[in-house]
């Protein structure tokens, strides 16, 4: 079974900068999709982006143009560079992959607040 292990959040102000890591074990995650998702307190998890093997991203419209996703397969990782925060990107932050999703991992909290 592939662990996750999200690292990367914390409190910043809104308009500033995160980069949030997903860190996986097991050779083939790099033959996956992996999607970022976030829940908020009360909401569904949502989809935030998605990158393919191959280098192919979808973003959700409430991040496209802040948000970036990539993938170093040579480390089994995948990124989320967030810029142009907003308090309501406040939220824990999961990574996984996108059909049929392993066991999720604990996440990393973002928290946008001035």
């Known amino acids: 079974q592939v662990q996750l292990a999200e690292s990367g959040g914390g409190l910043v102000q809104p308009g500033g900068s995160l980069r949030l890591s997903c860190a996986a074990s097991g050779s083939v995650f790099r033959t996956y999709i992996i999607g970022w998702y976030r829940q908020a307190p009360g909401k569904q998890r949502e989809l935030v982006a998605r990158?393919?093997?191959?280098?192919?991203?979808y973003y959700a419209d409430s991040v496209k143009g802040r948000f970036t996703i990539s993938r170093d397969n040579a480390k089994n990782t995948v990124y989320l560079q967030m810029n142009s925060l907003k308090p309501e990107d406040t939220a824990v932050y999961h990574c996984n992959k996108f059909i049929n999703p392993w066991a999720w991992g604990q996440g990393t909290q973002v928290t946008v607040s001035s």
């Open positions: 990158i393919s093997d191959t280098g192919s991203t």
